[in-house]
């Protein structure tokens, strides 16, 4: 198995762009930089982070009192829910000073101070929405029982009586943590406004830097998997320390997923695209995008994770292994003149090459298919993801003595993850049709594709390039028993088991319903002719395709047709349509919905979310305002 986390070795040629991230780290001197590097998920944005942070612990030695660097990492995800993500960083940031400070031996009560002025803030902003209409952007500062007593008097003021209670405790414990030492920091001052302690506190902060002679170098990850307050926070959180002199933030986020964080947190707000583009963009002076892997690379990458493997199970030495992944790497970086051949991984393993034989077969014949398919797209997380599935079934068959080869599962296991929701179907009604277990249409398509034939769909789901090249795959699955594969296969949207639940006259209504694009009074007529039992188990492979497609209309038409037929499946279907995009809520739709009494709350969800199409937003308000 393989862990689904950032990788401290470099299995994807990374190291290129990561020394170069390093080095203008390196380079910039005092001058601060914001690197930002930017990827969907599972591209590979963590492990870039982690190999640039191995080149500057390399070059300067990871706790050598000497250092030119700090490093520090923030996962503002872990923070989430526990503690406001503005003030974790900010927090994260003085807790590491003030313990680099104290193993330097060297300014640790300028550190000291640094840490008390960032609790300050934190008690200012605690403060400042309990009296915003009186100290908008000031804080009093004045002797501390002044200011205790004046934030006190104006929360007793309020008219809420639970919600004063609330303040007043949230302002009595921050005052309780910054008691001690507090007016070291504010002095004897009569008043400090809160841009004045902002600045303060950059000041201290670059100030500290400088007397140690270091250049803070803060890593922060996984913004993308987090909630857009958390994620805009964290942001917000960094602007009070970018481009301080010698700092440096290295910010790995999903692009998308920060503008959505964007819109979200501008909810109600009209605010144009390139607004919501730039509020990341202005925070990032030097822009990395993870590169798409291509054929070679996920080739060199199947070879590498599983030689590993091979490795832990001992049948490949850690010498042998090691070399190989030097070897395999080298050949990555020149991979663009001459390409990754099958014969060129033998040579980089060649004193066991033998023994792992099967694996660099099965990477060699994979890698094609897992980049052109546009359900992988040579993704780093679900090409690891794919293959701790195969390792699981592969137990799983071990354990229930299947008589089945590794090569026999992980081609019918892409097809699986690969193939349409109807390819798969077609593939498993021909399995339960034969007494045997066996895709007889199989033969004579594996034999046309070894002759290099003109390839003829069986059925017109299987029309497609991926068809063609799975059908090339060693080994031919054509008169072998599938039955015991496809047991393993059960979690897809139609397995054998779960096409046997139907019954005969369902099964065929299923075939109807699966292929239907636009509403069909006769297919509404067949279904309401079966029990709810048989429209239900319809209707959640409907709910299932329209996921897979990222439910676009015809999905959410298919689906209609159950609840058509019966209206009580409406409650089944609700909840599923709550997870179509706003840009797939068409207008279209509406007249289809809107006289539907489970879809009323539904319908005003997305009347009030800014995510949703426009159109459908002001016909939905149209018809609130027609109907009173």
Known sequence: MWHDIEAEVDLLNFGLLANAAANLIKDAGDTPVTIGISGGWGAGKSTLVKLVQAQLEQGAGKDNENSPYILMEFNAWLYQGYEDARQALLQAVSDR????????????????????????LKFARIVAPVVAHVAVGTVSAGPLGALFGAVSGLVQGLSDEEKRTENLKAVQEAYAELSPGLKEVIGEKKEASLPKEIEGLRTAFAALLKELDVRLVVFVDDLDRCLPTTAIGTLEAMRLLLHVQRTAFLIAADESMIRGAVRAHFKGVEIEEGLVTSY?????????????????????????????????????????????????????????????????????????????ARELDIADQLAPLLVTSAEIAGNPRLIKRFLNNLMIRQAIAEEMEMPLALEELVKVQL??????????????????????????????????????????????????????????????????????????????????????????????????????????????????????????????????????????????????????????????????????????????????????????????????????????????????????
């Not at 000073?97 to 300050?120: G, M, Q, Y």
């Not at 832990?312 to 991979?335: F, I, Q, T």
């Not at 209504?509 to 069909?520: D, G, K, N, Y």
């Open 415 to 628: 097809f699986e993850r690969c193939a349409s929701t109807a390819a798969f179907e077609f593939l498993t009604k021909a399995v339960a049709a034969n007494p045997e277990g066996n895709a007889e249409f199989l033969t004579a398509l594996e034999d046309a594709a070894q002759k290099a034939e003109k390839y003829e769909p069986p059925h017109p789901s299987w029309t497609g390039q991926f068809y063609e090249q799975w059908l090339k795959l060693a080994p031919r699955l054509a008169g072998r028993n599938l039955q015991p594969i496809l047991h393993l296969s059960r979690d897809r949207s139609l397995g054998l088991a779960a096409y046997d639940e139907l019954s005969a006259e369902a099964k065929k209504v299923l075939e109807a319903a699966m292929e239907a694009t636009e509403r069909s009074a006769m297919l509404v007529k067949q279904l309401t002719a079966l029990g709810e039992g048989d429209v239900s188990r319809i209707l959640n492979r409907a709910i299932r395709k329209g996921r897979e497609n990222q439910w676009e209309f015809e999905d959410i038409v298919r689906c209609l047709h159950c609840t058509e037929a019966h209206p009580a499946m409406g409650l089944q279907l609700a909840p599923a349509l709550y997870e179509v995009p706003g840009n797939k809520r068409s207008v279209a739709l509406m007249p289809l919905l809107k006289s539907l009494p489970w879809a009323a709350a539904l319908l005003q969800d997305w009347e009030d979310d800014p995510e949703t199409d426009e159109r459908t937003r002001k016909y939905l308000q149209k018809q609130k305002k027609d109907a009173k």
């Open 280 to 356: 990341f963009d202005k925070l990032i002076q030097i822009p990395l995008r993870v590169p798409r892997l291509g054929i070679n690379e996920v080739k060199a990458y199947l070879a590498l994770l599983l030689t590993d493997l091979a490795a832990r199970k001992g049948k490949l030495p850690r010498e042998v292994h090691s070399a190989g992944h030097a070897a395999v790497l080298k050949l990555l970086k020149k991979s663009w003149s001459k390409g990754i051949t099958r014969e060129l991984l033998d040579d980089a393993f060649a004193p066991q090459k033998a023994a792992v």
């Open 97 to 120: 000073l003030v313990e680099e400070a104290t193993r330097r031996k060297k300014f640790v009560d300028k550190a000291i101070d640094f840490a008390k002025r960032v609790k300050l």
